[in-house]
């Protein structure tokens, strides 16, 4: 019988086990003594209460439910509830103003909140406990008229408890405006983009799309607000109105046990704070979907394709070039121009694209190629000029020559037949690949959700990530994620598709995946324009090549006319540089 030690020959055979080794831990001297200090710390102070008799907790246990403590504890809860309601409401109008793109509203919210973030709290509340010595009566008219439409006595209306909850409401909402501002300002531009893209309801883009985002920054700061103004409540006392402190004051002025009702203030706004601490750590990881690190969700979905990838290099796949009924419509550009500030980005562009065609832009950066895609949604307003999509107005309506510019919601509701992919992917972090694909088709197309959701499966599974639809997108590869982005645009069956360098934010090793995809749907019927640096690619794919450089159209033809035969030396320079 051969040992282990004669087996084949250039193989070393194991020799005999290798004993069982401790492992003997660094030591942390520092830690150590740290921890041991810190626990001392820890002793002594439990010593210096419990067994100081002076802190009084026997009368802090008499005080500490006693009714007019509780009544005090509700008061200052229910301040804390309307200061934080009533504060984050205007405060939440005040950012909108201030974000918003008049410059009056701004001027006005800024305003404020210079004002009423510089006025102590103190203050305020006095000043508002003494506004019937400004202002005998509150009424409501119409100015420089004698109407008067309601009038009251002043101190009938600003009792104590309103000037409280006024003067708390109006410091709440100096603070939040800016907290909820920050949030505002955090959620990537590409966000609002995709979202608008899409075409959904302003609501709605609010509602699913940007708040969950913005809570992200907005929540710890707004807890830190709210846990101030909780404890702020306490500067009521100058109103004499009897919250949480004002009563304990009362009660010892009567029975000179300061300390022990000290105590009890403390101990209830120590519950109140981990309360709310708790309610801060629940809410924050609620809003934190998509941004933790989690376990692999495994799909719910049938089990109908094979892993990601690997489906999509064999071709077992079903094609996703069916998935757009071939409904292209057409995309002309009559005379546009674009101009931001004083540089013109765009002159006098002339463009046809027929129906089913693809269309791909090319040229130097700069040229105003993402720009000229962008006005074809009306993500951006042409200066000069107009577009139509399947012959219809973009963004505009013509009486006579007369633009006038379409409501929101009609430029929202035509912006849904065309679909865009951006080059950043602009995927909606917070929601998994499923949830990105059926959002626009349930609120635009008003599809349910298990249609929704049948129809974004099968879209998974033709781009070959059926087995992705419950990952987070931060969990997805480059190539997946602009793959899942191109199933979010083709879940709304858009009659034009616009790609804008779909391929530049990826490693060159996942561009293949993306762009085996878009050949697919080349000639799928649905007009695609691309923008792209791909040229291999786009002399593959393409109808027609249309070459920018500064702002104008170069030269246009078929592939093999700009690529192999270009007219004018432009483009030869171009491809010379690039190919
Ligand atoms: N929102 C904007 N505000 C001001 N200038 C802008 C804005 N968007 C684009 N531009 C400018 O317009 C010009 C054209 O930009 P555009 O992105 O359309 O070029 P491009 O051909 O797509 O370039 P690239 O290939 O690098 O993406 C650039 O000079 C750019 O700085």
Redesign the pocket.
């Known amino acids: 019988m051969s040992t282990p030690s004669s087996t084949l020959p250039g193989i070393v055979a194991p020799a005999t086990p290798s004993p069982a080794l401790r492992i003997v831990p660094a030591r942390h001297p520092l830690q150590l003594a740290g921890t041991v200090v810190a626990l001392a710390l820890i002793l002594f102070g439990l010593q210096s209460v419990l067994g100081n008799p002076r802190w009084g907790w026997g009368t802090f246990a008499e005080w500490f439910f006693a009714r007019p403590v509780l009544e005090g504890l509700a008061r200052t809860l229910w301040l804390t509830a309307l200061g934080t309601a009533l504060g984050f409401g205007l405060g939440t109008v005040l950012a909108l103003a201030r974000v918003s793109g008049s410059p009056l509203l701004a001027a006005v919210s800024w305003g404020y909140v210079w004002l009423f973030r510089s006025i102590p709290l103190l203050v305020l509340l006095l000043l508002l406990n003494n506004l019937g010595y400004l202002y005998s009566t509150i009424a409501l008219g119409v100015p420089f008229t004698s109407i008067t439409l309601f009038s009251y006595p002043t101190t009938q209306l600003i009792g104590v408890f309103t000037a409280a909850v006024l003067g708390l409401t109006l410091n709440q909402a100096a603070f939040s405006a800016e907290v909820i501002r920050g949030g505002i300002l955090s959620v990537d531009h590409g966000q609002y983009e995709a979202s608008a893209a899409l075409g959904l309801p302003r609501g709605r883009q609010i509602r699913r799309i940007i708040l969950p985002q913005a809570m992200r920054s907005i929540l710890p700061a707004a807890f830190n607000d709210v846990i101030g103004l909780a404890k702020s409540t306490s500067v009521v006392y100058v109103l004499a109105l009897p919250e949480l402190f004002y009563t304990v004051q009362v009660i010892y002025r009567r029975n000179l046990e300061v300390v022990p009702l000290l105590m009890v203030a403390t101990v209830w706004y120590l519950v109140i704070l981990t309360v709310l601490s708790l309610a801060q750590h629940r809410i924050e990881r609620r809003f934190a979907r998509g941004q933790l690190q989690r376990e692999r969700t495994v799909s719910k979905l049938p089990p109908r394709a094979p892993a990601a990838g690997s489906a999509a290099r064999a071709g077992s796949r079903p094609s996703i070039a069916p998935v757009l009924q071939g409904n292209g419509a057409t995309v002309s550009l009559q005379g546009v121009g674009k101009v ?2 004083d ?1 013109a ?1 765009l002159e006098d562009v002339h463009l046809e694209v027929s129906a089913g065609s693809v269309t791909v832009l090319i ?10 895609l962008r006005l074809i949604n009306h993500l ?1 307003r042409a200066d000069q000029g107009f577009v139509t999509v399947g012959g219809q107005l973009v963004g505009y309506r013509r009486e006579g020559d007369t633009l006038y510019e379409l409501p929101e919601g009609e430029i929202r509701r035509r912006r849904a037949d065309v679909g865009m992919v951006f ?1 950043g992917f602009n995927l909606f972090p917070h929601l998994t690949a499923l949830e990105n694909i059926v959002e626009a088709p349930i609120a635009v197309r008003g599809l349910t959700r298990a249609h929704a959701e049948q129809q974004a499966c099968d879209l998974l599974e033709r781009i070959g990530l059926a087995d992705k639809a419950h990952a987070y997108p931060r969990e997805l590869s480059g190539g997946q994620q602009q793959r899942i982005a191109i199933a979010r645009a083709l879940a709304l069956q858009p009659k034009v598709l616009l790609f ?2 779909p391929t530049s934010a990826l490693d060159p090793e996942l561009v293949a995946e993306v762009l085996s995809v878009i050949e697919e749907l080349a000639r799928s019927g649905t007009t695609l324009v691309i ?1 792209t ?1 791909e040229l291999g690619f786009a002399r593959r794919v393409a109808d027609h090549v249309v070459m ?1 450089d500064q ?1 104008r159209v170069v030269e246009q033809g078929p592939p093999e006319v700009v690529f192999d035969r270009p007219r004018q030396p432009r483009t030869a320079e171009f491809l010379a540089k690039t190919l």
Do not use: I, N
Not at 363 to 372: D, E, H, Q, R, V
């Open positions: 931001f500030g540089q980005v040229g130097p950066s700069g040229a105003g190629k993402s720009t000229l951006e080059q804008d360098e923008v640096h920018m702002g």
